[in-house]
């Protein structure tokens, strides 16, 4: 390869000696300038954009958070019954773990097909309620901590809740079971 090179060189030395075209370098120097006109961002300018940009955003937060709502703290976070003692706190963890375990099981009955969309539409409608109830309890809670009405209230909630779940999903693997065992005596 290096000596088809050399060969080519010698070759056509004379031509490359020669002047170049006429006109060649004005269109060269032309071909530079309309480069050099061409908007091109540079790492410099890159760093300046993202710079202003997190200032902007920061700018942002900082006036939302001047000039947004004034909350305090015990406004913020929701009242609950383990904010009253660590007694209730066991019994509030009790019941919305059966609850959570409920609506679990009720999610697999969904995807396993036994819940029709009019059920579907039945629990969610009684779900929505009872977080209604649930907003209106907390709200209830935080201005009456103490209240033992308030607290009674917060713990029969969570035991009608609690109840609807479960007898709705045990009637629904009642029907499921009944299925099962329907089809067996088919086959």
Do not use: C
């Amino acid at each position: 390869m290096k000596d088809l090179l050399e060969k080519t060189i010698r070759e056509n030395k004379l031509k490359l000696e020669e002047e170049a075209p006429e006109g060649h370098f004005e269109r060269f120097e032309a071909k530079l300038n309309r480069e050099h006109k061409t908007f091109r961002l540079d790492r410099k300018m890159i760093l300046q954009l993202a710079a202003a940009l997190v200032f902007v955003l920061l700018l942002g937060n900082q006036l939302r958070l001047y000039f947004g709502p004034v909350q305090s703290q015990q406004e913020q976070q929701a009242a609950t019954l383990s904010s009253v003692s660590d007694e209730y706190s066991e019994v509030e963890f009790y019941f919305t773990s059966a609850i959570n375990q409920g609506m679990s099981e009720w999610d697999k009955l969904i995807q396993d097909g036994y819940i029709s969309e009019a059920d579907q539409q039945m629990m969610t409608n009684e779900i929505k309620e009872f977080d209604q109830m649930q907003a209106q309890l907390q709200k209830e809670l935080q201005a009456n901590p103490d209240d033992d009405r308030v607290i009674q209230a917060m713990l029969e909630y969570y035991q009608a809740k609690l109840s609807v779940i479960t007898l709705i999903i045990d009637k629904l693997k009642e029907v499921k079971h009944q299925k099962m065992t329907h089809n067996e005596t088919e086959i």
